[in-house]
């Protein structure tokens, strides 16, 4: 039987009163963020009352940054200080925007991309998820989270009466081939159209991704209305001007960039067969965070398809791709990698 050493008993008491301090602290900071989110609800209604915007993107930085110099000067590293500090932060503009609008959406489209949005925004405004064959909802503003084909544009012209006054978005990835057509529909039958394109899919926390607007001819008062949604909802809106400058940029954001994770995960995938060794055990750090991104893509390999498919720049992109492959490759076969990295 093994023996405690002398004063053991006395050591223990000195880990439980420790311990029990602890417990004190963590209640009362529990007890302080509660009291701050209080706070911060209160501080959206009298922005509500005074018509004042209720997410302050400067505000918040100086509010991070106020935390995370005094929880690094606590002891805290960087890195820690800034996730503690984003957390807080994210919380009480969360309550902030709670129920902030009564501005009705119904999101068209079951699949991944539909719930997710629903997810984003049914804290902030009401919001109804259906599928196509469902009867759609009286509304303000529908968002198609459907597939760019002919069976929407049909959907569209079928419930033209019920649209007509409405803001209808699409969601898709690629904008040129449907845009226009769209933006003809919405003269016809007197809708306001605005084309939005999520840059996320269902990923966990969508605080700070970035969702793309495209106004058309008839969008108006609904642009305004929907930064203000999708900024109340965490999202980050950034405005193209029109759908060919956003599927030429998206060529290289979104194909060139998914064919190169669908090569690398092949390469991989062969070079374990060779050895037979499970890659992923010995993945390095950073090949880790590009497996997340690998597997992502691999969930979505339809939509892959999809974009490499319609976007009429795709290929160009690849093209490119496959030239500054070859431009990298040949610096490293002189031993001038460096020089050519550095521009």
Partial sequence: MLRRP??????????????????????????????RLSIAEAIGDVKRKLG???????????????????????????????GIAELVVRAATRRQTRNLYSVRVTVVGSGRLGKVLKGVLSPVTPTTLISMRDELPNSDVVILATRPTEETINYIRV????????????????KSRMFKVIEEES???????????????NVADTWGEAVILIPSVTSRDSLPMAMQLFEAAGLKPVIISDPETHDKVMAYVQAAHHLTLLALYMMLRDAGKLGNVNIGAVATHSLRYTMRAIERVLEQIDV???IQEMNPYAGEARGELIKYIDIVNSAVSRGELSKVIEG
């Fill in 187 to 201: 003269r016809e039958l007197g809708f306001r159209y605005l084309s939005i394109h999520p840059l996320f899919g």
């Fill in 304 to 306: 892959v398809e999809e």
């Fill in 6 to 35: 002398l004063g053991w008993l006395k050591v223990s008491s000195v880990l439980w009163q420790l311990r029990k301090e602890i417990d004190t602290v963590d209640d009362e900071i529990i007890r302080l963020l509660a009291k």
């Fill in 52 to 82: 004042i915007p209720p997410v302050d993107r400067e505000r918040e930085e100086e509010v991070i940054g106020r935390w995370v110099n005094g929880l690094v000067e606590a002891g805290f590293d960087e890195a820690s200080a800034r």
């Fill in 159 to 174: 419930h033209g009466d019920e649209l007509k006054g409405r803001v209808l978005m699409d969601a898709f990835s690629v």
